[in-house]
Structures are given as C-alpha cells and as structure tokens.
C-alpha cells in the first residue's frame, strides 16, 4: 500500500482550519488537523513543501515509523509549528489504518473504557452576574462540568472574557487583522476579587457541579501558591495554568500549600514538556491537545505515562481545533483508562457541520464517539473553496504600566 498524494487546505467557518487529506493507491484517504491557532498558515507550508513531498510513496500503514522519520529526520526537534504538522499526518494515518481495519480508532487503542465522555463547557461573562447567567446556561442543558471566567472589577479590557455582558460565546482568537488586541491586568485586583468569586458560584450552583477555573499563566509562583491555598473551599474539579509554563519547579510551590488539583499543557508540543511533572506527580491533569502533541501516536504515549502517576487526562478543545482534531480526542477518551474530562466549545455551527460531516455527537454535558470506521470525520472539499484564509491574531496582555505579561 502507497501513499499516492497528499493535499493541505487553509479555511472553514470563522476560522483557519488547516486540514490534510492523504490519498492511497487503495482509494482510501485520512484526514488530519494541523490547525496552529493564529499561526495557521506555517504548519500548512512546513506539510506542503517538506512533508507531503516526503510522504508520496511511505506504506501509510506504518505509521509509527513515518512518525519516527519526520520526528527525529528534522534534525531540529518538537516546536509547535512542527509538531501540528506531524499530527496531522499521525491523525491522517490512524483514520486509514481504521478504514482498512474498518473499525474506529478507538477499537485499534484498545477498546471502549466508556461510554460518553465528560465534556466543560467554558462560561464567561463580562462580571459575575454574567457568568453565572452564563453557568446556568450550561448546568441547564446537562453540562456537569463548566469553566468560569468572568471580568475583574477596575481591571479594563477584561482577562479572556467579553467586554459586553451577554455576549457569552468565547472568541479569544480575533479575525479582524494580524495586530493583537490588548489585555490589561492586574494581579492584586485578581487575587483579592476572585476566590470571592468563585465561591459565590460554589454556593449558587451547589455541591454537584464541578467547577473549573483558568489562571492562564498570569501568576508568579508564590502568587499561585496563595491562590490555590485561598480558593480550597470553592472544591475546585481544576485549576489551569496557575504560572507560566516554561518554569515546572513553579508547580512544586503549589503543591507544598496546597490540595487544589493542577491542570497544565495546551501550550505544550511533546513528552518531554510532561514527563517531569507527571513523572514528580504535580499535576492532576494532562492537558495536551492531539493537534500540538504530534498526534494520537505520540499522545497515546503521554496518556499511558500518566496512568502510571494517577494524572486524568483533560484534553484542549479550544475552538481553534478541527472536528478532526476533536474526533482524534474523542476515540482516546473513549478508550484511555485515565481519562478525566474534555474541554469543549461549540463549533457546531452548521456550516461547521457540513465541511465536517460526522456522527460524533455531544449530548447531556458527554460527547458520544461515532462508530464509523477510522476517525469518523469527513471533509466535503467542495464546500472547503468558499473559505480563505483571514488573518487572525491572539489577544496580547500588559501590565497598567505597559509592561508585557503572560497570556
Ligand atoms: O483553556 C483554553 O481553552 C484557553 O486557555 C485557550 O486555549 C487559550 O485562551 C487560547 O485561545
Ligand atoms: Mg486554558
């Protein structure tokens, strides 16, 4: 079996979708997801001039290998720019070894270890009052497991949440042109406002609600520390990125004042961002995306090392991800025996939905994997041509001097 052909297509609905479709001489072909967001375009050159090239003519069964040889032939290893395009590939070959073994991915893994698969839903608002408008929204359709966000009172132009209150859907990523927003933070408004918060959403919505919450690493160490140790009795399910991600001993600081679960690695591209923090056990949670790990080989991996240490798995869903990308979590969720949650966020949009054609559904706060041999999503290429790519960007945070600060 052959690889005969491969194509990189940039677009979709109010998005940069940057999908890979490898063709076979068998007449099967596999779809992968290589959407960098707001970096989009560079993983779709590094596949159209380096990688496809390469790939015209590999036995796409062997997968692991194919992986190996554009992992380790780079020279020059992991970065994400790199690592979404080999996920794309590893996702594209996981969906034809599934077509050929007419089964779903999640059977090749090792079988269902679940049903439905918990999903959070992310609640914002422009205040309190919003997010818990926002929350009610999601508890009433079943979700059993929300982030909240919401606005910080005297800190202007918010901290990843709308500016107009109602205005709950999360678009942090901006398509109006290539120069960022700007953010402005404050630490101590954060620190003395929201445990407060939180427990006043603890006490409104009950026991029974897990609680998520995003610090999007804004903290210094001690910072996080006291912060975790504040917002103990609001029982948080996690708390997410509580300091910068380069610096892992920050976590250990964390740990030593308290029992507040860790969630931690959207930002990260490899094994070796995770295997410490599991590995010391200060963490509760892997939050790697299947996009910017490199794919389900590399991400089965991670997943399996995590077992070993009692961390759950908490995949990223940020919408920047494709239903391909999401489909490729969805069958590891299925199977992995240490799962914890999935985040998503509606991408649903039915123009979404008809690129993206699947059977994967999202039901009662669970998503349910399609049964459809391979990953279960197709691509309607003819539908792919009304969508261009459109300059995007990321927000961008400051200090109320100026000075740049950690999104
Ligand atoms: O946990 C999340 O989904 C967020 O941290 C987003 O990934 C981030 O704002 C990038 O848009
Ligand atoms: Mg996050």
């Not at 309190?128 to 929300?146: I, T």
Request: glycine share 8%.
């Amino acid at each position: 079996m052959k690889i005969t052909d491969a194509k990189v297509f940039v677009g979709g609905p109010k998005k940069n979708y940057v999908t890979l479709k490898i063709m076979t001489d068998q007449g099967i072909y596999g779809l992968g997801d290589a959407t960098l967001n707001n970096r989009e375009t560079l993983p779709a050159q590094y596949l159209q001039d380096y990688l496809v090239p390469n790939l015209i003519g590999m036995d796409p069964r062997n997968s692991e290998d194919i992986w190996q040889y554009f992992y380790r032939g780079a020279y020059f290893r992991r970065g994400p720019i790199a690592t979404a395009a080999f996920g794309a590939i590893d996702m594209a070959l996981w969906d034809i070894k599934g077509k050929l073994a007419n089964l779903p991915v999640y059977q090749l893994l090792g079988g269902k270890s679940r049903e439905g698969a918990m999903v959070y839903a992310h609640a914002t608002g422009a205040d309190l009052e919003d997010l818990m408008d926002s929350v009610a929204f999601y508890v009433e359709q079943g979700y059993k497991a929300v982030r909240v966000q919401c606005g910080i009172p005297g800190m202007p132009k918010g901290y990843a949440v709308p500016e107009a209150k109602g205005d709950n859907l999360n678009h942090i990523t901006d398509y109006t042109g290539i120069r960022p927003k700007v953010e402005v933070w404050d630490t101590d408004r954060y620190m003395r406002y929201m445990p407060g918060a939180l427990e006043r959403i603890r006490e409104r919505f009950g026991p029974e609600l897990k609680i998520l919450h995003d610090v999007h690493h804004r903290l210094l160490p001690r910072e996080a520390a006291a912060f975790a140790r504040a917002v103990e009795p609001v029982d948080l399910y996690w708390l997410e990125d509580p300091t910068p991600a380069e610096d892992q001993d920050a976590l250990r600081l964390i740990r030593q004042h308290s029992t507040v679960p860790i969630a931690i690695g959207e930002v990260f591209n490899s094994i070796y961002d995770c295997n410490r923090l599991i590995e010391q056990e200060l963490i509760d949670f892997i939050r790697v995306a299947v996009t910017y790990a490199g794919g389900i080989t590399p991400v089965r991996r991670i997943v399996d090392l995590a077992g070993l240490h009692h961390v759950r798995t908490g995949f990223h869903g940020a919408p920047s991800h494709s239903p391909i990308c999401m489909a490729a979590q969805a069958h590891l969720n299925a199977w992995a025996p240490n799962f914890g949650v999935q985040e998503y966020l509606v991408l649903g949009t039915p123009e979404c939905d008809a690129l993206f054609p699947s059977e994967h559904r999202m039901e009662n706060g669970m998503v349910w994997v399609s049964d459809a041999p391979g990953l279960g999503v197709d691509f309607d290429e003819s539908k792919a041509a009304r969508y261009d790519y459109v300059p995007g960007s990321h927000p961008v945070v400051r200090l109320e001097d100026g000075t740049m600060w950690n999104y």
